[in-house]
C-alpha cells in the first residue's frame, strides 16, 4: 500500500519502528519517552538535540533561534503580525488556500495588504512587475508551497530590507534553503519532519523583544526563546519523533538528497501527465508547480476522476482525491514517499489513461 494523504502525517517507516522499539523503555530509564519530565536530563538531551540536527540540516546561523511551539501552522497566523506588528502593516502573497487565510488572520491586528492582483483561481504566481510591497511593512510573508493547490515558489521572493516571512509547512526539508534571507520561517512538522502537533519557528533574533503588547504568552517567539520552548509543556514525544526523523534524512544523505528525491519524483509525474496527449492536466503553470504537492486533472470529468480514485485504491494507491476545495487528483510527495513507490503509480497512471481513452 502507498498512502498519499498529505495528513495528519508522514512519517518514514524505517523511524516506526526505531520509535516502536523504545516505545516503554526510554534510554534505560524504564519509562515511556512520553512519560519523562520535560525538566529531565533526558528530555534536554532530546530537545537540544533535535534542535542540533535541525541546525544541520538547514544550516541555520547562529543569529537565529529555533522554537518548537504548539498551535499548528495555524496558530503561526495570528503568532507572525502579534510579534512582528510595529508600524501596523504587512504584506501577504495570497498564492492559494493557507496563505489567504493567514492573511485573513493577520488583517485582525494590522493593516494587511496583498502582494498579488487578487485572483479566484490560484495556479501560478504573477510576475514581479504585478507586485505591490510597502518598504515600511513590518515585514512580507509568503507561503513557499501551497499544499492544495500545488503552488509552489521556485526562489525566495526578493523582498529587500523588509523582514521575510514564509510557511514552510509543506516543503521543508525538501530543498536547501538559505535560513539568512529570512526573517521567520515556521513549518506544521506534520508533512515532512514529525507528528502533527509540533510546530518549529526559525526566527532571527534582532526581530524578538518586538510586536503587540497583547500577544498572548504562549504565542510570544520571546517568551518561548528565553524558556528554551519549554514556557509550558511542550509537545515531549513529537520533539523525540522529529529527532529520529532528522536523523532518518541526515542517513539518507540530508537536504541536499531529500531535493534530489523531490525532483525526480516531481519530474516523473509532471512527465506522465504531459505526455498523456491531455488524458491528465497538470493545471498549475510551469514556473510555480510544486515538488510536494502535485495538482492532477482528468480532463474528462469528475466522473472519470472517481473512477481513477476507486481503482487506484483497489491496487493499494491510497488517498488520491484532491483537497474538497479543488477537487481532482493530489499526488503528495513528502520526504516519506520514495522513488519506487512514484515509479509505481507512473506505471498505473499509464496504464488507466490506455484503458479509459474516449
Ligand atoms: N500551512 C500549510 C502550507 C499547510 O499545508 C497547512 C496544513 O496542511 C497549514 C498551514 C495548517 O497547518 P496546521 O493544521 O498545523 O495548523
Redesign the pocket.
Known amino acids: 500500500i502507498v498512502f498519499f494523504g498529505?495528513?495528519p502525517s508522514k512519517i518514514p517507516d524505517q523511524v516506526l519502528e526505531r520509535v516502536q522499539a523504545e516505545l516503554l523503555n526510554y534510554a534505560g530509564t524504564g519509562v515511556s519517552v512520553m512519560e519523562i519530565s520535560h525538566r529531565s536530563a533526558e528530555f534536554q538531551q532530546i530537545i537540544s538535540g533535535t534542535e542540533t540536527r535541525l541546525r544541520r540540516l538547514l544550516h541555520i546561523p547562529d543569529n537565529y533561534r529555533v522554537l518548537f511551539v504548539q498551535g499548528?501552522?495555524?496558530?503561526q497566523f495570528a503568532a507572525v503580525p502579534l510579534n512582528l506588528c510595529v508600524n501596523g502593516k504587512a504584506d501577504y502573497f495570497i498564492t492559494g488556500t493557507?496563505s489567504k487565510k493567514a492573511a485573513a488572520e493577520a488583517a485582525r491586528y494590522l493593516d494587511m495588504q496583498p502582494v498579488l492582483p487578487a485572483t479566484e483561481k490560484f495556479l501560478g504566481i504573477a510576475g514581479r512587475d504585478q507586485w505591490r510591497l510597502r518598504p515600511d511593512a513590518d515585514y512580507v510573508y509568503y507561503?513557499d508551497?501551497?499544499?492544495v493547490e500545488g503552488v509552489e515558489f521556485q526562489e525566495v521572493p526578493d523582498t529587500g530590507d523588509v523582514p521575510l516571512v514564509a510557511?514552510m509547512?509543506?516543503n521543508i526539508l525538501t530543498r536547501p534553503i538559505d535560513v539568512s534571507k529570512f526573517g521567520v520561517i515556521f513549518a506544521?512538522a506534520?508533512?515532512n519532519m514529525g507528528p502533527?502537533g509540533l510546530?518549529i519557528v526559525i526566527v532571527r533574533e534582532d526581530l524578538l523583544g518586538r510586536g503587540l503588547p497583547v500577544c498572548p504568552s504562549v504565542l510570544s517567539y520571546s517568551t518561548m526563546a528565553k524558556a528554551g520552548s519549554l514556557y509550558n509543556t511542550p509537545p515531549c514525544f513529537n520533539v523525540y519523533v522529529t529527532g529520529k526523523v532528522l536523523d532518518w534524512v541526515e542517513e539518507q544523505g540530508g537536504v541536499e538528497e531529500m531535493s534530489k528525491r523531490s525532483d525526480t519524483k516531481a519530474k516523473l509525474i509532471y512527465t506522465a501527465a504531459d505526455q498523456s496527449d491531455g488524458f491528465y492536466v497538470a493545471p498549475v503553470d510551469g514556473a510555480a508547480r510544486s515538488r510536494t504537492t502535485v495538482q492532477l486533472r482528468i480532463s474528462a470529468g469528475a466522473e472519470l476522476e472517481k473512477k481513477f480514485l476507486k481503482e487506484a485504491e483497489e491496487v493499494g494507491f491510497k488517498s488520491l482525491k484532491g483537497h474538497r476545495s479543488v477537487g481532482g487528483l493530489r499526488v503528495a510527495l513528502f520526504n516519506a514517499l520514495t522513488v519506487p513507490q512514484i515509479e509505481k503509480l507512473v506505471k498505473f497512471l499509464g496504464q488507466f489513461a490506455t484503458q479509459n481513452r474516449g
Not at 499548528?72 to 496558530?75: C, D, F, L, M, V
Open positions: 498529505p495528513g499548528g501552522a495555524t496558530g493557507w507561503c508551497n501551497e499544499t510557511d509547512s509543506s506544521g506534520q508533512k502533527a510546530t
